[in-house]
């Protein structure tokens, strides 16, 4: 785990993402939305949880990592914490999509880095291409306070312990 750049008591890179805001009208899949940008700035005085996975819609992300995040959703406000987001270096779309099909709405931002390019400022980006993935975020999770990282897990095999929101909870 060398290659990680960020620790804790960094301030975050300054990034750009782009998502689809959740609004009732997307629920019927008869519209995409329009993606829009959302900068790290705006995290600006606030508590962030931000958990990134490899891609939507795959087995472990879809089934162990995020679901939890939903479910503890009540426990991580009670803990002050502002936002939560899921990274992942799939589109807009399909993250809209994703975040459609495991009823987020509007309490998980899905959040795209393409090309996993603010993960790589981080050393939390990996080469998939063996699996035809391409260059993907690692699986991982911050809390982000006032843009000072606070907490940093950060998966070394495939399977969801340190940046699961057990360990996310239990760290803020």
Not at 91 to 108: E, P, T
Not at 117 to 142: H, I, N, P
Request: proline share 5%.
């Amino acid at each position: 785990m060398s290659d990680i750049k960020i620790k804790v008591g960094d301030t975050i890179p300054q990034g750009t993402f782009t998502y689809i805001p959740w609004t009732p009208e997307l629920e019927d899949h008869s519209a995409c939305g329009i993606p829009v940008k959302l900068s790290t700035d705006e995290w600006k005085g606030k508590k962030v949880v931000l958990v990134s996975v490899p891609g939507a819609f795959t087995p472990t992300c879809h089934a162990n990592h995020l679901p939890p995040f939903l479910k503890k959703y009540d426990e991580f406000k009670a803990k002050g914490v502002d936002v939560i987001a899921v990274l992942a270096a799939n589109d807009a779309f399909v993250l809209s999509g994703w975040a459609r099909f495991l009823g987020l709405q509007d309490k998980i931002l899905a959040l795209s880095d393409p090309n996993a390019k603010w993960s790589a400022q981080l050393g939390l980006s990996q080469d998939l291409s063996a699996v035809d993935f391409g260059t993907r975020t690692k699986r991982y999770a911050l809390v982000i306070d006032d843009l000072k990282v606070t907490y940093v897990g950060v998966e070394t095999e495939r399977v969801v312990s340190v940046s699961g929101a057990d360990a996310v909870l239990a760290a803020l």
